[in-house]
């Protein structure tokens, strides 16, 4: 087996538009397709970053938090890529989204940050 790429990650969502408007309008990513899901009673929004990997986001009625803090088992953060970390903090800060403080990976001396979408997933911005 040779596997090239991860293609997307999903999210589920407490609240669709919030979030919608998060990834799209804060986040920037470019909306590929949007169907509403009668039987489920469920959104599913399909984004792009300008690599062509994608986020899927879905929206379910009434379904449970998953806490991030403490850190527990599962998916920890999805992180993103950009070219200057300061400035996506700079950006993101004036959007109103809490950026924590830059940081210097001790193995690779890269700089990144966390902050949280309207869920409290953590999100990374990781200088590359």
Not at 65 to 71: I, Q, T
């Amino acid at each position: 087996m040779k596997l090239t790429a991860i293609h997307h990650a999903a999210i589920i969502c407490s609240d669709y538009r919030a979030s919608k408007r998060f990834y799209t309008e804060v986040l920037g990513l470019k909306i590929l397709a949007e169907n509403f899901r009668a039987q489920r009673n469920s959104y599913k929004l399909d984004l792009q970053l300008p690599d062509g990997s994608q986020v899927e986001l879905f929206s379910f009625p009434d379904a449970p938090p998953r806490p991030s803090y403490p850190e527990a088992r599962g998916l920890r953060h999805l992180a993103f890529v950009t070219p200057s970390v300061e400035e996506a903090k700079a950006y993101l800060e004036s959007q109103g989204v809490a950026v924590e403080d830059i940081r210097v990976d001790e193995y690779t001396g890269k700089r990144f940050t966390f902050f949280a979408d309207p869920d409290d997933l953590p999100l990374e911005l990781y200088e590359a």
